[in-house]
């Protein structure tokens, strides 16, 4: 998960500090690992509510990949298969996640720096 500190660095710094999206920072699993529910347990439900929307909002918002002059492609590790099965085999709500036909322009989903 996006550390406080480091979002500052970004606000301090935007031109020299670039942040992408990670594979779990999507509602379905932040929800399934336990984050929204940390949120809540340390600032209550009103404040935790409102931070965790913000931190979904602000994960939405970040690109998936960055192009680093004209040949260095930089991107999270893991990348998006579709959503995990529950516990007990049910399929989650949430998250969002769709599967893209081929020839889909994803272009804005690059960042370039």
Same mark, same amino acid.
């Given at each position: 998960m996006l550390r406080p500190w480091v979002a500052a660095w970004k606000v301090a710094h935007p031109q020299h500090v670039h942040l992408l999206r990670g594979n779990h920072e999507c509602e379905f699993?932040?929800?399934? $690992?336990g984050y929204k =529910?940390? /949120? /809540?347990a340390k $600032? %209550?439900?009103p404040? %935790?509510?409102s931070l $965790?929307?913000?931190? /979904? =909002? !602000? @994960? @939405?918002? !970040?690109? /998936?990949a960055a192009l680093v002059g004209t040949k260095t492609l930089v991107l999270h590790g893991g990348l998006f298969r %579709? =959503?995990?099965?529950?516990? %007990?085999g049910k399929k989650g709500k949430g998250g969002g996640l769709k599967k893209m036909a081929a020839g889909t322009d994803t272009s804005h989903l690059l960042s370039s720096t």
């Amino acid at each position: 998960m996006l550390r406080p500190w480091v979002a500052a660095w970004k606000v301090a710094h935007p031109q020299h500090v670039h942040l992408l999206r990670g594979n779990h920072e999507c509602e379905f699993c932040t929800e399934f $690992y336990g984050y929204k =529910q940390e /949120l /809540l347990a340390k $600032y %209550g439900k009103p404040h %935790g509510k409102s931070l $965790y929307r913000s931190f /979904l =909002q !602000l @994960a @939405a918002n !970040l690109p /998936l990949a960055a192009l680093v002059g004209t040949k260095t492609l930089v991107l999270h590790g893991g990348l998006f298969r %579709g =959503q995990p099965e529950k516990r %007990g085999g049910k399929k989650g709500k949430g998250g969002g996640l769709k599967k893209m036909a081929a020839g889909t322009d994803t272009s804005h989903l690059l960042s370039s720096t």
